[in-house]
Structure formats: C-alpha cells, structure tokens
C-alpha cells in the first residue's frame, strides 16, 4: 500500500488528505472552528522564535488501531547508526548541568530541563522524476512495534503538498493537555530510571516541583478552586524505562470555555510544558536559551489534535523531526533531556538522556525490517 501524500495519527485518530494549514500565532481563533486540527508548535513558539501550527484534513476515523493508524509497515530506511551527531556531547552536556547548579546555588532557579539534539543525514528519496520524503508512516509503524507509546503520534504534510510542509512522527509516554467535558487535565512526568528501584528522593522532590508548577499554569484559565492533583508520583512503565507521572485536573472557566481565543489563552497560560522547562518557568527558560546551542522545534512542544471543545495534546518528547536541507538532502532529529537540580550528578543525567534515546533511535537507525528492534550499533556493517 502507498501511503497518502498528506496524513497525521494520533492515539487512534488518523486523518488524510490535507486541506489546510493555520499558523495559530496569527489566527489562534481558527482553531475553535470544527476540526479536528493536528497541531505542532514549536518548543520555541510564543515569542521565541519558533512555529504554532494546525493543520486540516479532508478525511477523519476514530478508534483506529495504533497500528493501522501507522498506515503501513513498509521497512523503514534509517540514518546510518553512526551519523548521528549531538548538539551538546557528553563533556558539553555534564558542563551544562554544573552551569544549572550554579544558578541554584544562586537563587535564580530551582529547576531546569536541559536537552540536547540529535542530528543523522537522511536525504529525500528519488523516485523518477521527482524526490520523496522519507516515508514517515514507515517509521510510526516500527515506533508502534518497537516502543508503544500511549500518545504516539505523526504528521507528515510533505512539500510537494502545496501546504506548509511538516514531517514529525513521535512516541511520546507524557500528556501536555487534554480538554473533555469542560475538564482541563495534565499528566506530568518527572522522574526517571531503568526500573522502579532507581527511582530517588531527588526524582519525587523533582515531580512534586513540576506538579505544582502545572497546577498553577492551569489555575490560570481554570475557575478558581478547581484545580486538583487527582494522582501523585504514579509510577509508570514505558519501554525500556519507567517515569514518575502525576495528574492534575480543574475545570476550564467558562469566560474562557466560551472565548474564541480559548486555545491562544490557553496555551499562552501553560505553554511550554512545565515538566521539559524547569521552576520558576520564566527563568529555566533564560537559563536553557543560555545553555542549549541548538533549537528544539517541535521537541518538547506540543504535538496531538484538537476539536472544538476537546483537545488531546502531547509533550513532543520522544519525538522525530526531519527537515529538508537547501538541496535533496535533509536531517533527521531527536531530542533527549533531564531534569537538573542541586542534587544532580553531571554524569548520572547525561546517562539519563541516553536511556531516553537509546530504543527510540536504535529504532530509527536500523535499515531493514530484519533488525527491527536491535540496538542501533549491530544495524549497519
Ligand atoms: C526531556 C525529556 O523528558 C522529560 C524529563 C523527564 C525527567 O527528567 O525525568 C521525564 C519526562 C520528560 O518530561 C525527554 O524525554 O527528552
């Protein structure tokens, strides 16, 4: 099967053929007509610099198995395992991890999310007389395979579309938002390890920061009093990893239920997502624009759908970007971080940010269906 030329998925919703694409920091109040909107925005989006953007399409199912909704299981042609480049290496990274317990000791902040970026070569296909883009519903099949993720997600709108271009596909374990019935929710996570006995104090002392921080994003644009942490340092297993998850919940207020603007105010009041920013918000963001040499686009924004009075939206963790280059060339992304505090050991995060990568691009990296699912070292001889 071929796959379309346009089409996005997300946790069982699955939609083809663009139509349209909005860039929702000028026309935020398109996204309250009927939709659904797959939506992308930028870690950078909301005056730094960086894309808000959702996209229509002509023809939605729901309830689509994860798989199908992968479209097909076409092999997947990966980077080479040993292109990948990082923005920060490991001597980088641990140095930036020292700059973030400097500015602790200083007061400035309590916590900072601080990641880096992966890079690998991958060039547009030739195919005739014109070129593909790599086939992203390929790799969402071997994500939904290889590491099942509940807000698994992808968007390709290639450029021969007509349509503002976009190419994500992502395997993120965290929710940023979901709206339903009036009821604003958000499940945090902080706190990482290879199997719960790693979990520390300094992960639950890390949640409990983040957690509070979401509570008063969403307080923003809820009704007062309604705001709730309705779960508290959930541990949850993922593949390969298990995290510490809370949730928090309030009832959106009606002026803003009722606004056209409501997803403007509501992402201008909890965008980006407290647990990949840091405590106090504002300032973890000055310190990662003085630390990260490297933009992290779609990576830990927001990446899901919304429709009228409901949303689900991810944090774009876990996730893949591919952007074509000035010729047929292009780069395939990722981006993987960690929470530093005082207590941080500049070593112990940078393996931290490796865990979180190791499955994702050993997937992403491996050649042929037959090493689906090896690690990224054994892909190519
Ligand atoms: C930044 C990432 O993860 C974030 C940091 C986490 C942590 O510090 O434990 C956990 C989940 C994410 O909110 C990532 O996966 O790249």
Redesign the pocket.
Known sequence: MHAPTSWASFAGRRATDVVECVDLQQDPQRLAEPGPWFVVVDFEAFGRGGRARAWRFAQVSDDVAPAAGALRDAPWRGPDPSSWRSSLDRDAYQEAVQRVRDHVRDGTVYQV?V?RVLGAPLPVVPDGATSLEPDAAALAARLVAGNPAPYGAAVHVPASSGVDPVWVVSAS??LYLSLDAGVLASG?????ARTADGLTDK?RA??VM?TDLVRNDLQQVCSPGTVTVTDLLGVEEHPGLV??VSRVRGALAPEIAEAPDRWSRVLRATFP?G??SGAPKSSALRIIEELETAPRGP??GAVGWVDGDRAELA?G???FWWERGPHDDGVLRF??????TWGSDPLAEWH??EL??ERLVGLASARTADEFGTPARSAET
Do not use: F, Q, W
């Not at 945090?188 to 990482?192: C, L, Q, R, S, V």
């Not at 981006?335 to 530093?340: F, L, P, Q």
């Open positions: 999310n990641c374990p965290e945090p996570i902080k706190g990482t992960d890390e949640n983040i995290h510490l997502p647990s990949v990576y830990c944090v963790i876990r996730t981006g993987t971080g960690a929470g530093i931290e940010t979180k990568a």
